[in-house]
């Protein structure tokens, strides 16, 4: 086994690794950051405790918040969710030069991490930079990213499912030329829709349960945040950005009223192009931005987005379980406005990678997902800068990557498997499930365009290319199933030049 050299640690993670006590400001926590005007936005991150009225009626719930202030950018790079307690939607541009200023106003250690972005390592929220109550962590990156919907999110150790299921998340919505320039839906027709499943006790207490398999498994839907909301929508197009924020619930999402999903993006923005599913499965972690045309449809019209019925492969528990069906969002069409979108047929191309020209096709590097009295990858549980031989990426080669779940192994269940670091492509997805349960989700999947997430169902292969480029050092990988994470289905890549 290896251990990130000690030289390539700052010496804050060292410390906080080593579990000394200290303050991030007293150890000069901002020595290293960008000088005021090398940075183009400068956001001050809050992560606090809050009181909230989430339900209508009784008790308000005690939850966590990330607050956001302004301190340097475009106006509106901050954007609040009126009457929500999750994290405002950061609304960042491809080229940037952006610094969070992580400030811990908890009672316990955390750590933001960028869920999407291609940041360097210490700006990817490793739990080694957590951060001690009261400390501060200055987060610097470009964004590297094209335009899409990515996000942000607790990253402690152990701690994850609990500190996000509390509130710690928000969306990050990445703009550039090309998205501006399809004539999309936009503005308050380009909308974040994070789904959170949740489950209050008696006193509108946030209950968290983590069941050794399925994970924690909520009976009400937030979206962004709050619950039985109606969103008021006009006779226009709207592009929704669906974000699963759940700890472990899977959606399989589809309109009430039989239209398909039309699918203009992915986790790592648009598609080449609008893709229709009659359903899609979305697991946590994933995005998937779909373009809606309500422009005919009669004032008074209501639309709901369901999670319809599937079977997941594997045993369950929690309540609803796992492939239960449920609703999830309404949407009142309740103004008559002239705002007709066009949704071009082409939206953004992207270069087909192929697997004979990875380095290593024919042999590719594998993930085994099983469980062995704890959920593991090829084997292993997480270990916080630990990594083994066939967890060195060299950078900027094009490499075949492959997550099995397969059925062998005994218990399964399905897995989202996300990495840090940049997107990359599925080349193939293969069953060895021969039963009629797998046409529940089989229609579900949006293979196409750029990941980070995929979710892998029980019995499945799924064959990817990487290529990793710009930075050097541990980025994580894991099942974004939290329970699963927390439990210790994450482990570290070494990447090197
Ligand atoms: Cu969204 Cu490592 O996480
Ligand atoms: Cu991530
Ligand atoms: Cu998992």
Same mark, same amino acid.
């Given at each position: 086994?290896?251990?990130?050299?000690?030289?390539?640690?700052?010496?804050?993670?060292?410390?906080?690794?080593?579990?000394?006590?200290?303050?991030?400001?007293?150890?000069?926590?901002?020595?290293?950051?960008?000088?005021?005007?090398?940075?183009?936005?400068?956001?001050?991150?809050?992560?606090?405790?809050?009181?909230?009225?989430?339900?209508?009626?009784?008790?308000?719930?005690?939850?966590?918040?990330?607050?956001?202030?302004?301190?340097?950018?475009?106006?509106?790079?901050?954007?609040?969710?009126?009457?929500?307690?999750?994290?405002?939607?950061?609304?960042?541009?491809?080229?940037?030069?952006?610094?969070?200023?992580?400030?811990?106003?908890?009672?316990?250690?955390?750590?933001?991490?960028?869920?999407?972005?291609?940041?360097?390592?210490?700006?990817?929220?490793?739990?080694?930079?957590?951060?001690?109550?009261?400390?501060?962590?200055?987060?610097?990156?470009?964004?590297?990213?094209?335009?899409?919907?990515?996000?942000?999110?607790?990253?402690?150790?152990?701690?994850?499912?609990?500190?996000?299921?509390?509130?710690?998340?928000?969306?990050?919505?990445?703009?550039?030329?090309?998205?501006?320039?399809?004539?999309?839906?936009?503005?308050?027709?380009?909308?974040?829709?994070?789904?959170?499943?949740?489950?209050?006790?008696?006193?509108?207490?946030?209950?968290?349960?983590?069941?050794?398999?399925?994970?924690?498994?909520?009976?009400?839907?937030?979206?962004?945040?709050?619950?039985?909301?109606?969103?008021?929508?006009?006779?226009?197009?709207?592009?929704?950005?669906?974000?699963?924020?759940?700890?472990?619930?899977?959606?399989?999402?589809?309109?009430?009223?039989?239209?398909?999903?039309?699918?203009?993006?992915?986790?790592?923005?648009l598609l080449p192009h609008p893709i229709e599913k009659p359903y899609l499965m979305l697991s946590p972690g994933e995005r998937r931005d779909v373009?809606?045309?309500?422009?005919?449809?009669?004032?008074?019209?209501?639309?709901?987005?369901?999670?319809?019925?599937?079977?997941?492969?594997?045993? !369950?528990?929690? $309540?609803? *379980?796992?492939?239960?069906?449920? @609703?999830?969002?309404?949407?009142?069409? /309740?103004?008559?406005? =002239? &705002?007709?979108?066009?949704?071009?047929?082409?939206?953004?191309?992207?270069?087909?990678?192929?697997?004979?020209?990875?380095?290593?096709?024919?042999?590719?590097?594998?993930?085994?997902?099983?469980?062995?009295?704890?959920?593991?990858?090829?084997?292993?549980?997480?270990?916080?800068?630990?990594?083994?031989?066939?967890?060195?990426?060299?950078?900027?080669?094009?490499?075949?990557?492959?997550?099995?779940?397969?059925?062998?192994?005994?218990?399964?269940?399905?897995?989202?498997?996300?990495?840090? !670091?940049?997107? $990359?492509? *599925?080349?193939?997805?293969?069953? @060895?499930?021969?039963?009629?349960?797998? /046409?529940?989700?089989? =229609? &579900?999947?949006?293979?196409?365009?750029?990941?980070?997430?995929?979710?892998?169902?029980?019995?499945?292969?799924?064959?990817?290319?990487?290529?990793?480029?710009?930075?050097?050092?541990?980025?994580?990988?894991?099942?974004?199933?939290?329970?699963?994470?927390?439990?210790?289905?994450?482990?570290?890549?070494?990447?090197?030049?």
């Amino acid at each position: 086994m290896k251990r990130l050299d000690s030289n390539d640690l700052s010496r804050r993670s060292l410390l906080r690794w080593g579990g000394a006590g200290f303050s991030a400001l007293a150890l000069g926590g901002f020595a290293r950051v960008m000088a005021a005007d090398k940075v183009d936005v400068h956001i001050r991150l809050f992560a606090s405790p809050a009181t909230v009225q989430i339900l209508g009626s009784g008790n308000p719930t005690d939850v966590y918040q990330f607050t956001a202030r302004l301190i340097k950018g475009p106006k509106g790079t901050i954007q609040q969710i009126p009457g929500s307690h999750i994290g405002p939607t950061l609304h960042l541009r491809t080229g940037q030069r952006v610094r969070i200023e992580f400030v811990n106003n908890l009672a316990e250690v955390t750590v933001v991490h960028f869920h999407g972005l291609h940041v360097p390592m210490a700006a990817d929220g490793h739990p080694i930079n957590s951060v001690d109550p009261g400390g501060v962590y200055n987060h610097e990156f470009t964004v590297l990213n094209q335009a899409g919907t990515y996000w942000y999110h607790a990253h402690t150790d152990m701690r994850t499912g609990f500190q996000v299921y509390r509130g710690l998340y928000g969306m990050i919505v990445v703009h550039d030329s090309v998205d501006d320039s399809l004539g999309l839906p936009r503005g308050l027709c380009d909308v974040p829709v994070v789904i959170q499943d949740v489950r209050f006790n008696g006193f509108n207490w946030l209950v968290h349960s983590t069941g050794s398999q399925t994970g924690h498994l909520g009976d009400k839907i937030l979206i962004n945040g709050k619950y039985a909301t109606t969103f008021s929508a006009a006779t226009r197009c709207y592009r929704f950005r669906l974000l699963n924020g759940s700890n472990s619930r899977i959606y399989k999402l589809a309109w009430d009223n039989g239209m398909p999903m039309t699918v203009i993006g992915t986790d790592g923005g648009l598609l080449p192009h609008p893709i229709e599913k009659p359903y899609l499965m979305l697991s946590p972690g994933e995005r998937r931005d779909v373009y809606v045309d309500f422009s005919d449809m009669p004032k008074g019209t209501v639309v709901k987005l369901l999670s319809l019925a599937y079977e997941h492969g594997g045993p !369950g528990s929690g $309540f609803p *379980i796992q492939g239960s069906p449920m @609703e999830l969002w309404r949407i009142s069409i /309740d103004r008559l406005e =002239d &705002g007709y979108a066009n949704l071009p047929s082409t939206l953004r191309p992207m270069p087909q990678w192929d697997k004979a020209s990875a380095v290593n096709n024919g042999n590719s590097r594998v993930f085994a997902l099983e469980y062995m009295g704890g959920w593991s990858i090829n084997g292993r549980m997480f270990e916080l800068t630990g990594y083994e031989e066939d967890e060195i990426v060299v950078l900027n080669q094009l490499e075949l990557w492959e997550i099995r779940n397969d059925l062998a192994t005994g218990t399964v269940q399905p897995h989202p498997i996300h990495f840090h !670091g940049p997107q $990359f492509q *599925i080349a193939s997805r293969i069953t @060895e499930v021969d039963d009629p349960w797998y /046409d529940t989700i089989r =229609d &579900g999947y949006v293979d196409e365009g750029w990941h980070d997430t995929i979710l892998a169902f029980p019995g499945e292969r799924i064959e990817f290319l990487t290529k990793w480029t710009h930075f050097t050092g541990l980025f994580l990988y894991h099942c974004h199933n939290l329970e699963h994470e927390d439990m210790g289905m994450m482990r570290n890549l070494f990447v090197r030049p």
